[in-house]
């Protein structure tokens, strides 16, 4: 017999692999019922309807990512690529993400820590920029954003040889990708 910390698990894991593939709206309770193991009556009674788990998947994907990737006001374009690490290990987490925004969900900016990630962005970035290791022209919130699409562009490439299991291919990226972020923070002259 599972605990119910178990069950919410394999719950949560079920759901995150259905809506990753199919989204809110094309998700079914029934799929996620059947690969957790558990009744539909149990999946409801812990999480209420079907929205309400999405949002629950999202939260946790999110609180993963941001557990995963710090902005360091030293390793600023490392960050970048901490963040294609991620993209590339846990395809999911852009995937919910698209799904939520494709869906019109308004689903509040993360937090890390009990603090709002973008604060967090925004003062590692200024403190960089204090410390002289970004162009303190940029905006930070400018900035956060353009380093988050660095470090997702080979993710987003709608071209089927974006996706790769190379170990040299995705090393040659990932150096890529912290090369161009190395140059964007870079003091223009």
Known sequence: MRTTTELRSAILAAARAEFARCGLAGARIDRIAKEAKASKERLYAHFGDKETLFREVFVGDGRE??????????????????????AWRRPEHLRMITWAKLE????????????????QAVAAIEAAQAAGHVDPAWRPEDLIVLLFSTGLAWAHLPHPDAVTDDPETIAHRRAVAVDAASRLIAERR
């Not at 374009?77 to 294609?84: K, N």
């Not at 019109?104 to 604060?119: K, N, R, S």
């Open 104 to 119: 019109g969900l308004d689903l509040g900016a993360p937090e890390f820590d009990g603090e709002p990630m973008p604060g």
């Open 65 to 86: 990512l941001f557990a995963s990737v710090t902005l360091r006001p030293e390793a600023v374009a490392e960050f970048v690529g901490e963040i294609y690490d991620l």
